[in-house]
């Protein structure tokens, strides 16, 4: 009757991986701090021209973002900047308008 337990147990324990199911990341669009979320905004300015200066380093560490507009309650201009990736083959995502349920929320960029 022991054996039968302990070996159960095991049983039990060894499946427990099988139970874990997928985990997807969730993708929250939160607000840039202190902007207005609204469907009634203007549409933003044309883009400003940038100088693009010389990267800092490798162009394969380094990445240019360029420069945006920003909803702040108006439009803000982001200026561009060298960044460096978080890791190889980091893709960056510009911020954009997104929309959640039927409201368009501003999402800031970042590394993907």
């Known amino acids: ?5 302990i070996i159960r147990n095991l049983l039990f324990a060894a499946s427990l991986p099988l139970f874990a199911g997928c985990v997807e990341r969730e993708v929250v669009y939160r607000p840039v ?7 009634e ?12 200066t010389v990267a800092p380093g490798p162009l ?8 945006c507009w920003e909803w702040r309650g108006h439009w803000v201009w982001t200026g561009g900047r ?8 980091a893709v960056w995502i510009a911020p954009h308008w997104g929309w959640r349920g ?11």
Do not use: C, Y
């Open 82 to 89: 060298w960044m460096a990736r978080p890791h190889a083959g």
């Open 60 to 67: 394969n560490v380094w990445f240019w973002a360029p420069g």
């Open 33 to 39: 701090p202190g902007a207005v979320v609204t469907d």
């Open 1 to 5: 009757m022991k054996t039968s337990t």
């Open 102 to 112: 039927h409201h368009r929320l501003w999402v800031g960029g970042g590394w993907r």
């Open 41 to 52: 905004a203007p549409a933003p300015p044309p883009p400003q021209t940038e100088v693009i």
